[in-house]
């Protein structure tokens, strides 16, 4: 960026502070906060609940199509070099091989633009896909065999042999880090917070703790694996994928192959589990690709090792935590800074300072994250990017520096919570963090912690309890759009180019539209996951429902201002307008006078139509420009460590969040759950072991990475606050993954305060506590 253009940004970021609220999208508080509709929080089954328990629910890989061909990829073992030699003979002699495809015969591509270049790009890395012969990291693509059955191209490509010239690559974290640190940025964002100086504060402050934690690589296991179903037709391509960004994969497609973005049509009905893993990879472009040569239909479905190979998942982290504090617990100084691994050819720098910037309030900040270049496959985002990492060191180092000061951790918390945002100085949307810690720490049982290690044991069982904050942004991408259809028997057809990936999107969305209309929710289908539909809307970021809400919003907006103005003379609503009415029993009635009523049935009838459709776009996301808006929360744990063999255990978790209203009971219920255990995993058993010798991941497998299971998942209490943001729509915030943030940290705090041993190196083994 350059200096007039961060004097544009700088301004226009100040006039959107200074800007009347009633100019900003939520300056007026959405009325469906108000309105107590029995649907809103209402625990509402998932609608397509039914259709997957019967199996009636069709994947990404599950589409039959006439002709179809099946891949099968062979990687590199090689982290750095070119392909010297590439004898594919056996392979296209195998039984029922259609043809193998490498960077010598493949369709000449565009580069795919890379993730943050451009509005609409989803490609981790700007590397050419079978384009020439270089490899850039142990386990890149470098063939692909197709099959007229998978079988067959399992096994085909295992008799492609390649040959490689080596060259030097960077594998190991000491080497990377020898070669440079470089300053980096997220979404355009440097990544660097300097108030005062944090370490002069830190030097001359009554306490402090100073320390370095550990988080390592993670991988995505999701149970669906990634996979496609491709079909040329003529110059237009056709995918079915699993995918939480549809438009942006139809654009990005685009863009590699030269043709329109309406040239390319894809869909992903279904998606069991994304977790920022389910972008656009290389495996939908070879597809593409290889469906374009054969001149068929193809399907790739990854094993769960090219999974591994090709997908990237979080970084690993090094991170120093420092914070000084008075006698009182005020913190005088807060410094996090440390480095992330990326590879040469991505952008993604874990931003793991994320929960530092707004959690806490302090004298003074040091927060910055640098970055290393690793030969490695792309890492990208995964669940709580940043925050999840992120609040491990920052919530451990707190409950560090509370036993220095003596004070509870949770009171110290509390001392130290902020009454508008600390680093930028903007007023918080809504913050009741001290209530969820409150109402959290009582139904937990936090009276009965020991304030000191090894106070409580149960046969070979030493017991422990640990609290951590968790912390994710209120995030609304630009992009927002729906498209509504209403019928004279108000039936009502909601198409956005949304996703669903098990979270209950199409439920919550059915529940708000149902009841901003005053329809039944069985009138109200939401439908989605197709890149023909209005929107830019990535299931990432906890965004979906926001993004969601406002295009609702915008198109409601039309709508109704279409029917009064069509269909409302004669009626007891004409002359009224969009903010006058509101929808009750099937129709509309001026919002303060019910008795002033018109179904949509008479309102459609007026207009002469028997349906209306209207689309609406939402508006630039200027509300995160104007207040600091965040989903909060307390997570508790009791941990159990046995004293003979140091085997760590969860005995129970609890979770109090604040997150605005909560719009579906169960399915948020859900959500926070398996947040919280994605966090469990991520504190006890998860990591990717990666070979600083050759780049190799070496546990591509569910063996070898261990994941948790139903064995070691204890009961999971969760409770929210359900206080309305009064400026975000229907008042609510996202919950897709505030859960796993906090967890690890409160698990090690808990296996502190349970055998004295603190493990600032993720993931806590028994090896690191047998001391």
């Known amino acids: 960026m350059n200096i007039v253009q961060k004097a544009v940004q700088t301004a226009m970021q ?24 029995e649907l809103i929080g209402a625990p509402v089954p998932r609608v397509d609940g039914t259709v997957k328990v019967r199996g009636a629910a069709p994947f990404a890989a599950e589409f039959a199509l006439d002709r179809m061909a099946y891949a099968a990829l062979v990687y590199s073992t090689i982290a750095k070099g070119r392909i010297a030699t590439l004898d594919t003979a056996a392979a296209q002699a195998a039984p029922g091989v259609v043809l193998v495809m490498t960077y010598k015969n493949a369709p000449r591509m565009n580069p795919v633009p890379m993730i943050f270049t451009k509005p609409k790009a989803a490609h981790p890395d700007d590397l050419p896909v079978f384009q020439d012969d270089g490899v850039h990291w142990n386990g890149q693509p470098v ?40 300053d980096t940025s997220f979404q355009g964002e440097p990544q660097h917070v300097e108030i005062g100086d944090a370490e002069a504060a830190l030097a001359a402050s009554a306490y402090r703790t100073d320390a370095v934690y550990h988080t390592p690589r993670l991988n995505h296991n999701a149970i669906e694996l990634h996979g496609v179903t491709v079909a040329w037709h003529g110059d237009e391509l056709r995918l079915h994928d699993a995918s939480q960004a549809v438009t942006n994969t139809a654009w990005s497609l685009a863009q590699a192959f030269g043709i329109e973005e309406k040239q390319v049509h894809v869909t992903s009905p279904f998606v069991g589990g994304g977790f ?15 469906a374009k040569l054969a001149g068929r239909p193809v399907r790739l479905a990854l094993s769960r090792e090219g999974v591994y190979r090709i997908v990237g998942g979080r970084t690993l982290t090094e991170q120093r935590v420092a914070i000084g504090a008075d006698a009182d617990g005020r913190f005088t100084a807060l410094i996090q800074e440390g480095v992330v691994a990326m590879t040469p050819h991505n952008g993604m720098a874990e931003p793991f300072i994320m929960p530092a910037r707004s959690l806490y309030a302090a004298g003074s900040f040091r927060l910055n994250v640098q970055a290393v270049r690793m030969n490695m496959v792309a890492n990208t985002f995964m669940r709580a990017p940043g925050e999840a990492p992120g609040s491990f060191a920052l919530e451990c180092a707190i ?52 304030a000191r290690p090894r106070m409580r044991r149960e046969g070979e069982w030493l017991v422990g309890l640990g609290c951590a904050t ?37 439920t919550v969305q059915a529940q708000v539209v149902a009841a901003r209309l005053g329809v039944p929710l069985p009138n109200v289908t939401v439908a989605y996951g197709d890149s023909a539909f209005p929107g830019t809307i990535l299931a990432g970021g906890s965004q979906q429902t926001a993004s969601i809400g406002r ?17 409302g003379k004669g009626t007891l ?24 009523f018109a179904s949509y049935a008479e309102l459609l009838a007026r207009a002469g139509v028997d349906e209306l459709q209207v689309e609406g776009q939402a508006p630039p996301p200027l509300e995160l ?29 609890l979770g109090s969040f604040d997150c605005g209203r909560i719009l579906n009971a169960k399915t948020a219920a859900s959500q926070f759950r398996g947040g919280m255990i994605m966090g469990m995993g991520m504190a006890l058993m998860e990591e990717t072991q990666f070979d600083e010798r050759n780049g190799r991941v070496m546990n591509p497998n569910l063996s070898d990475y261990h994941v948790p299971v139903h064995l070691d998942v204890p009961p999971i209490d969760v409770m929210w606050t359900d206080i309305p943001d009064p400026h975000a729509p229907a008042g609510a915030r996202g919950i897709g993954e505030i859960g796993i943030t906090g967890t690890a940290a409160a698990v090690a705090n808990a296996i502190y305060n349970a055998c004295g041993v603190r493990v600032r190196d993720l993931p806590i083994t028994l090896d690191k506590l047998l001391r």
Not at 494 to 506: C, I, P
Not at 637 to 649: I, K, L, Q, S, Y
């Open 14 to 37: 100040k006039a959107v502070e200074l800007a009347p609220d009633a100019l900003i999208p939520g300056g007026t508080p959405d009325p469906l906060i108000d309105a107590g509709h």
């Open 573 to 596: 609503i004409e002359g009224l307008y969009f903010d006058q009415v509101r929808g009750v029993n099937g129709g509309l009635c001026k919002a303060d006078d019910p008795a002033r």
């Open 470 to 506: 968790a912390t994710y942004p209120y995030y609304r991408m630009s992009g927002g759009a729906a498209r509504i259809t209403i019928t004279r028997e108000a039936k009502v057809r909601v198409e956005v180019a949304a996703h669903e990936m098990g979270m209950g999107t199409a």
């Open 399 to 450: 409950d560090e520096l509370a036993e220095k000061l003596d004070i509870d951790p949770v009171e110290l918390r509390r001392r130290n919570d902020p009454e508008k945002d600390p680093t930028t100085g903007m007023p918080f949307s809504s913050h009741h963090l001290v209530e969820a810690y409150r109402m959290g720490a009582e139904r937990f049982g936090w009276a009965q912690r020991h």
């Open 276 to 290: 920022g893993g389910k972008l656009l990879w290389q495996h939908q472009v070879l597809a593409a690709a290889a």
């Open 143 to 182: 063939a692909l065999v197709l099959a007229e059955t998978q079988e067959q191209a399992d096994h085909a490509k295992s008799l492609v042999r390649v040959t490689y010239h080596e060259e030097p690559g960077v594998t190991s974290l000491a080497e990377a880090k020898a070669n440079g640190l470089e």
């Open 551 to 567: 295009g609702v919003v915008a198109a409601l907006r039309g709508l109704l201002t279409d029917l009064l103005r069509l269909g």
């Open 625 to 653: 420009r104007h207040w600091s808006m965040h989903s909060t929360g307390a997570i508790f744990c009791e941990a159990r460590v046995n004293a003979v063999t140091g085997e760590p255990r969860v005995a129970r978790l």
